[in-house]
């Protein structure tokens, strides 16, 4: 049973790290698909978006245009107030039945807040974590608290682990993406600077076409 990976973000725009992550959930987990879900509300971020759902969509269906097993799904946006992963992981374990194996893939930054989402105990539960390091942030065992440090252990498993069991599993994935942040993107922008060579080129075409994060603007 080869995993359907989730990639959960605000993909405020979406950058080649982004990018980076998807193409490892196939080369290194070889989920059958992936799908993307940009949040509506990501209360984690203690702010709504930037741009609108509808721009950050646009942007990811040109990133992942050439890809036929990526979707971008947009079932977050359309829900009404904070963005939970709980209720997008319940839902999703309903459309594809108990026994089909789904990985969240996650970067070590969040990953190392996540005793702090709604009902985290419960997300082991629904999906497995596959947990990428990031540049500014790789994943300790020290992060979080002990709860989270405990439960966190006893889970690490190996990559093949997601392919004989539904849920439950933390693996950690080999791979470095560039060490780009949406963060970043906005920041170059505002200071009039190019983000070629951060994301795709028909993105930094979208994102000049229709004026996205001029410090003017908010779309
Ligand atoms: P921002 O800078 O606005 O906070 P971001 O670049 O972290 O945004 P998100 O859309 O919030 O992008 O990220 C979605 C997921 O991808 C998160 O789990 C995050 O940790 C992970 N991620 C984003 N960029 C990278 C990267 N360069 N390397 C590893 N993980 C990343």
Redesign the pocket.
């Known amino acids: 049973m080869n995993p359907i990976a989730l990639f959960g973000?605000?993909?405020?725009p979406v950058?080649y790290?982004?990018l980076g992550?998807a193409r490892s959930a196939f080369t290194q987990l070889e989920v059958q698909k992936l799908l993307v879900l940009p949040a509506s509300n990501p209360y984690q971020?203690g702010r709504l978006p930037f741009a609108s759902g509808h721009h950050r969509v646009a942007m990811l269906k040109l990133a992942f245009k050439d890809d036929p097993d990526i979707e971008i799904d947009e079932r977050e946006l359309h829900r009404q107030g904070a963005t939970y992963t709980f209720d997008t992981l319940r839902e999703l374990r309903a459309l594809y039945g108990k026994t089909a194996s789904l990985v969240w893939l996650?970067?070590a930054?969040?990953f190392a807040r996540l005793d702090t989402w709604h009902r985290w105990d419960e997300l082991f539960g629904l999906a497995h974590f596959a947990v990428?390091d990031?540049p500014s942030h790789r994943l300790q065992i020290q992060d979080g608290s002990a709860a989270f440090r405990s439960e966190v252990d006893a889970r690490i498993t190996s990559l093949i682990d997601t392919h004989s069991r539904p849920c439950g599993g933390v693996v950690i994935l080999g791979m470095a993406?560039?060490?780009?942040?949406?963060?970043d993107m906005r920041d170059s922008i505002a200071r009039g600077d190019s983000v070629r060579g951060m994301t795709p080129d028909a993105v930094c075409d979208y994102i000049e076409q229709h004026k996205l994060y001029r410090p003017e603007e908010k779309a």
């Not at 973000?9 to 405020?12: K, L, S």
């Not at 993406?177 to 963060?183: F, R, V």
């Open positions: 973000g605000t993909f405020d950058h790290g982004h992550m971020k996650i970067g930054d969040a990428i990031r993406p560039p060490p780009i942040s949406s963060t």
